[in-house]
């Protein structure tokens, strides 16, 4: 069974600063990855995803997340928050089968001026 | 090109009325889902149904919730008779299909059960 983990309830970061949102994973086979944002009051907006290639994926508004196979992780990152970037975060997996995505909790960002 | 259509964007409704959500999906998606968002349970996928067919409805909570997909452009989700705990935002998803594709959300039905 495919399964996705966002440890933290909750991410606060100073406008400016880094920020990391965290996202394990566990599927039976190769994994597709995806992280979606939802800002208050809207559905879920696609952010980003990782097929297979560069462990590096680039998304929209800046964002980013590594895939790593070692630790079945697959974290958004960000170089520099914005206030403008909060929101509630989920990270999905799905399998190579035409299976619905599991998504995760979510995370609530919070980025502080 | 048009998004994921949901109406209405909200429904306020007394206990035990009949409530039908709709939804149009992305032209050419050959998936649509039906997920529910509460703050005890999160998302949740109640239903999802590929060329029109329901194909899992594991999620639909009782038997007072049903899905239909007539054609490839229009889907209900209806609840009846309705009860407080139904209180939630509802939102409808499609994809094309292809396992390496996102699914697209819609903007949900924010739905209240007095």
């Known amino acids: 069974a495919q399964s996705v983990a966002q440890p933290e309830d909750q991410v606060n970061v100073a406008e400016g600063n880094p920020l990391t949102v965290k996202c394990t994973y566990s599927v039976s086979g190769n994994p597709y990855l995806f992280w979606y944002v939802q800002y208050p009051n809207r559905g879920l907006q696609f952010l980003l995803k990782?097929?297979?290639?560069?462990?590096l994926v680039k998304g929209s508004y800046g964002f980013e997340a590594e895939f790593n196979k070692s630790q079945t992780s697959f974290h958004l990152k960000k170089p520099s928050a914005l206030v403008s970037d909060s929101a509630l975060y989920f990270c999905?997996?799905?399998?190579?089968?035409?299976?619905?995505?599991?998504f995760g909790k979510g995370t609530r960002l919070s980025v502080i001026a | 090109d048009a998004g994921v259509i949901q109406s209405p964007r909200h429904e306020v409704t007394e206990m035990g009325q009949e409530v039908t959500l709709r939804c149009k999906p992305i032209s050419g998606h050959d998936y649509l889902f039906w997920y529910r968002q509460t703050m005890m349970r999160g998302l949740e996928l109640l239903i999802y149904?590929?060329?029109?067919?329901?194909?899992?409805d594991s999620g639909m909570p009782e038997d007072r919730f049903s899905a239909k997909m007539p054609n490839a452009s229009f889907s209900t989700l209806k609840i009846q008779p309705s009860e407080p705990r139904d209180s939630a935002v509802y939102f409808c998803a499609s994809s094309s299909g292809k396992s390496n594709q996102p699914q697209h959300f819609g903007d949900g039905t924010r739905l209240s059960i007095l």
């Open positions: 149904f590929n060329n029109n067919v329901p194909i899992d």
């Open positions: 990782y097929i297979t290639g560069d462990n």
């Open positions: 999905a997996v799905r399998d190579t089968g035409n299976t619905p995505l599991v």
